[in-house]
């Protein structure tokens, strides 16, 4: 059984097609794991980074409800649930920065 040529340059084309994509994907895995890498190089700095402004964050919340509570503001439920909530959103987005990361 002869093979034509126009048969014959599709085949070739097809196996330069799939060469190519393998040589590509190839690449990109590398890049995913140079990225990867270099990622997970940050993930200790930006939770702790994250767990130190809830730490400052916290403590400017608990002076000013403090001075609040001391005036006899009778809000002070609004504004401690503010200000503790956003110290502990600080602290859960540190945790699961790292737990994403698997760090």
């Not at 599709?10 to 140079?34: E, K, P, R, Y």
């Not at 990867?36 to 980074?49: C, E, F, G, H, K």
């Not at 002070?76 to 959103?89: H, P, R, T, V």
Request: positive net charge; hydrophobic residues 50%.
């Amino acid at each position: 059984m002869k093979m034509s040529n126009k048969f014959k340059k599709t085949l070739a084309v097809a196996f330069l097609c799939v060469l190519s994509g393998q040589v590509a994907m190839a690449d990109g895995v590398t890049g995913i794991n140079a990225a990867n890498t270099s990622l997970r190089q940050y993930v200790d700095p930006i939770a702790t980074l994250c767990l130190g402004i809830g730490a400052v964050v916290g403590l400017i919340g608990g002076v000013l409800v403090y001075i609040k509570w001391n005036s006899g503001d009778k809000d002070i439920n609004k504004e401690l649930m503010g200000w503790g909530g956003s110290c502990l959103f600080l602290v859960l987005s540190a945790v699961v920065i790292k737990a994403f990361f698997g760090v």
